[in-house]
């Protein structure tokens, strides 16, 4: 069965750097998500993307983020200056365009620990 | 701004027992979503309800939508030690780009 893949499954980085994560989604797959969960709480939306734009974004998704289709298969969330705050878990996901009311399926998530 | 509220937040029950839980949102959805979270896991699907009334079942769950009541409900039949896990309601807003609201999530914990 087909599924949603991400790595690094954990990252460890210092304050103010860089990080990218990456996400495989579903192959014919063409809505993409970005959601986040900090520890013990509840899973926060960050954006979407569809036809290589993003057509939403939250407000935690600031400028410091960005995210790329750089090829055909690969979907990235980049923090440009890490903060302490953005140690989470990061959750790709995505969804079959053909029909609206298709589930989003889940990746199993990069844990991004910022020290 | 969309609110979505769950309640309880943790639940232990003991193996065999039935039990409900809620799932408030705070404005039109044309969908709602059941996710399960196993500790350090990513979500895995359980239903989508698309229209009030809907009820699906699966197995020990079953969940239903009252859309007039913005609420939907999962419940427990009869629960294993298994379906221990943190269970998430996610609604989509009415004319949005599918963007995933979540709810606080509960804690189900089944003793034996």
């Known amino acids: 069965e087909p599924e949603v893949t991400q790595t690094p499954s954990h990252q460890v980085t210092q304050m103010g750097q860089e990080v990218i994560l990456r996400c495989v989604p579903i192959?014919?797959?063409?809505?993409f998500y970005w959601y986040r969960q900090i520890l013990g709480q509840k899973v926060e939306f960050l954006v979407s993307?569809?036809?290589?734009?993003?057509?939403?974004k939250s407000e935690i998704f600031d400028d410091q983020f960005s995210v790329e289709r750089p090829d055909g298969s690969n979907f990235t969330l980049k923090i440009r200056s890490t903060k302490l705050e953005d140690s989470a878990m990061y959750f790709c996901?995505?969804?079959?365009?053909?029909?609206?009311?298709?589930?989003?399926?889940f990746g199993p998530g990069t844990r991004l620990t910022v020290l | 701004e969309l609110k979505v509220e769950q309640n309880p937040l943790f639940l232990s029950m003991q193996e065999g027992k039935n039990y409900t839980i809620y799932c408030n949102y705070s404005?039109?959805?044309?969908?709602l979503y059941w996710y399960r979270q196993d500790p350090g896991k990513s979500l895995e699907s359980l239903f989508v309800?698309?229209?009030?009334?809907a009820v699906k079942q699966e197995g020990r769950l079953m969940a239903s939508l009252d859309t007039k009541a913005r609420l939907s409900t999962l419940h427990i039949t009869a629960a294993v030690h298994d379906l221990s896990a943190t269970y998430f309601c996610?609604?989509?807003?009415?004319?949005?780009?599918?963007?995933?609201?979540f709810g606080t999530g509960t804690r189900l914990q089944v003793t034996l």
């Open positions: 996901a995505s969804r079959n365009r053909l029909r609206r009311t298709d589930t989003q399926y």
């Open positions: 192959s014919n797959h063409l809505y």
């Open positions: 993307f569809y036809n290589n734009e993003i057509s939403e």
């Open positions: 404005t039109t959805s044309d969908r």
């Open positions: 309800l698309l229209s009030n009334g």
């Open positions: 996610a609604v989509v807003v009415t004319g949005t780009a599918s963007k995933l609201t």
